[in-house]
C-alpha cells in the first residue's frame, strides 16, 4: 500500500485509453509535488512518441482518468504536469485499512535465501568504532529483509585462523587458561594481544615456539586445537557483550569465521589451476582477470596461494562464495563491508562466476560501509591515534543520554530513568548511523545525536512515547483504538499521506538496501505527527466520532513508529 502503488494502474490506464493499447504499461511517472499530493509526468515523454504537444496528451490522460472518487482535484500546469489531489475519503479508506491489517501495508516478498555477511571482528581484539557501522547496518537488513519474507542466513566472517594464533596460544599457556589474564580476552583484548606481540618480538625462544604452534595448528593437533577454541571461546564472550550492548541480533550460531573454511582451502586451488583459471607467477598461484590492471598498466593478481604455501584472503572468500550458494542455496548474498574491499570482491566474485561457482542467477552485493569521521572530519580515533573502542564509545553514548533525560525528566523515577537511558543513547548511536547513506561518512557527535529534538533517534523515541502517553490519559490500549478513520483537518490529512507510504519504504529498503530511506520516512511521520498533535486535540475533540477516529489514527502512528524503529534495531521506551 502506498501513493504509488494504489495510483500508478488508474494512471497506467487512463494512458492507455488516452493513446492506445501499443501505450499499455507506459510508465505514469508518479512524482512527489508541492503543488499537490501527487504528480504525473508522463505527458512530458510520451509527447515524443506521439508527436504531440504534452499538454494536450496530459488533457487526454485526465479526461480518461477514473472519476471514483479518488481524487479531489485533477489539475494540469506548466507543459503538461497532472496534479493529482486526493479526495478526504479516499485516504481515510487507505489509512483504515491499513489500521486493519497486521503488517501495516508491508508486502510479503517472494522468499529468497540471503546469507548476510557482517559484523566480522577478529579474535583477540578489540572491536572498535570501524566495526559500528557493518554490525548496525546488516542487523538492519538482516530485520528487514526477514520482515518482507526472507530467510536470512547471517554470516558472522569473524578472523579465527592465521598466524597470529601462534602467538597468542603460547601466551595462553604461559598465562594459564584459567588465569586472570586470559580473563582479559573477555574485557580488554587488546591487552592479551599486545602482550603476545610484545613477547613475540623480544624473546626468540617464544617466537620460535610460536612458529612451531602455528605449523601444529594447521596440521590439526588435538591439543593445540584445544587451546586455539578455549581463545575463541573467551573472545566469543567479548563478542557477546558488544552485541547485547548494541542490542543486535547476531549469536554464537551465526559464526562462520575463517577457520570454517579452513579444510576447502587446498581444494579451491587444485580445482582453479585444474581449470586453467589460477597459474602460478612468481612462487604464487594466482588468477589475472580482464579489466583488472593497475596503474601502470601491469595486470592485477588475485593471489590465492602464496609462495610460502599459506593461504590468504581470497582462498577464503573464495570458499565463502562457494559454499554460501552450494549449502546454503543462497540467491541473494550480501556484504556488508568497507568500501575499500570494493576491488578485492569484485575480483573474488569474478573467479567465482568463472569457476562456476557463482552462478548469474545468484546476486552478489557489496554494500559498502563509510568511515565513522570526528569533529575534525578525520576517521574517529582516540587522542593517542588508536582506534577508538567500541565499548567505549557505547558507554559514553549512554552517560550522555542519562544527561539529557535528567535535564530533560527530572520527574521520572531513578529506576526509570537508568532503565531508557541505553535504550536512548543506543538508540541514537544506530540512527545516527543508519540516518545517512551507508557508503557515506558522518561525524560522530553525541551531542547532536542525543538531542530530543532535529532528525535523531531520542526524537523519534519520544514520538512514541508521546502516543503513549494519550493512551495512558485514555486509559486505555492502542490495540483498542480501531475505529473508521476519518481524516478532514489538514494536519490529519498530512499524518495520513505519510503513514500510507509506509509499506513502500519497507519494500524499498529491502530491495535497494537503503535503510536511510526508512530514517527518513519515520521522521517524516514523526514531524507530521507532532502537527497533528498541536492542530488536532484527540481527547478533547470535539465529538464522540472525531475522538475515537484521532486515537485511531494515532495507533496507526504508534504502530509504524515502533514497527520501523524495530526493524532498525532500534527500542521505542515506553516513557521519555
Keep these: 500500500m502506498s501513493l504509488q502503488s494504489e495510483l500508478a494502474p488508474l494512471v497506467s490506464a487512463a494512458i492507455e485509453a488516452a493513446l492506445g493499447s501499443e501505450l499499455s504499461g507506459a510508465d505514469p511517472v508518479l512524482r512527489p509535488s508541492q503543488f499537490s499530493d501527487i504528480q504525473v509526468n508522463a505527458a512530458l515523454g510520451l509527447a515524443k512518441r506521439v508527436g504531440r504537444a504534452p499538454r494536450d496528451i496530459a488533457a487526454e490522460i485526465v479526461g480518461h482518468l477514473a472519476t471514483d472518487g479518488t481524487f479531489e482535484q485533477v489539475e494540469i500546469s506548466g507543459p503538461g504536469f497532472i496534479n493529482l489531489t486526493l479526495a478526504g475519503d479516499w485516504i481515510s479508506n487507505q489509512v483504515s485499512a491499513m489500521a486493519a491489517d497486521d503488517r501495516l ?21 578489540e572491536m572498535h568504532v570501524g566495526h ?76 620460535t615456539r610460536s612458529r612451531a604452534r602455528v605449523v601444529s595448528l594447521q596440521a590439526g593437533d588435538e591439543e593445540t586445537l ?21 542490542g543486535v541480533t547476531l549469536t554464537d550460531a551465526d559464526l562462520a569465521g575463517e577457520s570454517t573454511y579452513n579444510d576447502d582451502l587446498a581444494a579451491i586451488c587444485a580445482e582453479l589451476e585444474a581449470a586453467g583459471i589460477a597459474t602460478v607467477s612468481d612462487g604464487a598461484l594466482c588468477v589475472f582477470l580482464e579489466g583488472y590492471s593497475g596503474r601502470d598498466g601491469k595486470p592485477v593478481p588475485l593471489i590465492i596461494r602464496k609462495s610460502d604455501g599459506g593461504y590468504g584472503y581470497a582462498t577464503t572468500d573464495l570458499a565463502t562464495v562457494r559454499h554460501r550458494v552450494r549449502a546454503l542455496g543462497a540467491d ?3 556484504y556488508v563491508i568497507g568500501a575499500p574491499q570494493a576491488l578485492h570482491l569484485n575480483m573474488v566474485w569474478d573467479t567465482a562466476r568463472l569457476a562456476g561457482w557463482l552462478p548469474q542467477s545468484v546476486e552478489v552485493v557489496h554494500v559498502q560501509i563509510g568511515n565513522v569521521l570526528g569533529k575534525d572530519r578525520k576517521i574517529l580515533r582516540t587522542r593517542s591515534g588508536a582506534p577508538l573502542r567500541l565499548m567505549a564509545l557505547l558507554e559514553e553514548a549512554v552517560g550522555a543520554a542519562r544527561a539529557v533525560i535528567d535535564e530533560a525528566r527530572p520527574d521520572l523515577p531513578e529506576e526509570t530513568r537508568a532503565a531508557i537511558a541505553p535504550q536512548i543513547g543506543i538508540g541514537a548511536v544506530k540512527y545516527a548511523d543508519l540516518s545517512v547513506a551507508h557508503d557515506s561518512e558522518y561525524v560522530f ?42 481524516v478532514s483537518e489538514p494536519a490529519e490529512r498530512e499524518l495520513a499521506l505519510e503513514l500510507i507510504e509506509f509499506g513502500e519504504v519497507v519494500a524499498h529498503v529491502g530491495t535497494a538496501l537503503e535503510p536511510h530511506r526508512l530514517c527518513s520516512h519515520l521522521f517524516q511521520v514523526a514531524q507530521a505527527f507532532s502537527a497533528f498533535y498541536e492542530n488536532c486535540p484527540v481527547l478533547q475533540a470535539a465529538d464522540l466520532h472525531v475522538r475515537d477516529s484521532r486515537l485511531a489514527l494515532c495507533a496507526v502512528t504508534l504502530d509504524v513508529l515502533v514497527t520501523g524503529l524495530g526493524l532498525l534495531g532500534i527500542d521505542s521506551p515506553e516513557v521519555m
Design 226 to 246: 584445544r587451546l586455539w577454541d578455549g581463545l575463541v571461546e573467551l573472545s566469543k564472550h567479548y563478542f557477546n557483550r558488544i552485541y547485547g550492548a548494541l
Design 132 to 207: 559500528l557501522r557493518t554490525t548496525v547496518v546488516g542487523d538492519a537488513l538482516a530485520r528487514t529483509l526477514e520482515h518482507l519474507g526472507h530467510h536470512v542466513i547471517r554470516q558472522n566472517h569473524i578472523g579465527d585462523w592465521g598466524t597470529p594464533f601462534g602467538m597468542l596460544i603460547e601466551h595462553l599457556l604461559e598465562v594459564g587458561e584459567d588465569g586472570e589474564e586470559a580473563r582479559r580476552l573477555e574485557s580488554d583484548p587488546n591487552a592479551f594481544y599486545q602482550a603476545a606481540r610484545g613477547r613475540f618480538e623480544s624473546d626468540e625462544d617464544f617466537a
Design 332 to 334: 541473494r548474498i550480501l
Design 105 to 125: 501495508g508491508v508486502p510479503r516478498q517472494d522468499t529468497q535465501q540471503v546469507p548476510i555477511d557482517y559484523s566480522a571482528p577478529n579474535v583477540a581484539k
Design 445 to 486: 557527535d553525541l551531542e547532536r545525536m542525543t538531542a530530543l529534538t532535529g532528525n535523531t533517534g531520542p526524537y523519534l523515541q519520544y514520538a512514541a512515547a508521546r502516543v503513549r502517553s494519550i493512551f495512558r490519559t485514555a486509559g486505555m490500549a492502542p490495540g483498542q483504538a480501531r475505529s473508521q478513520i476519518v
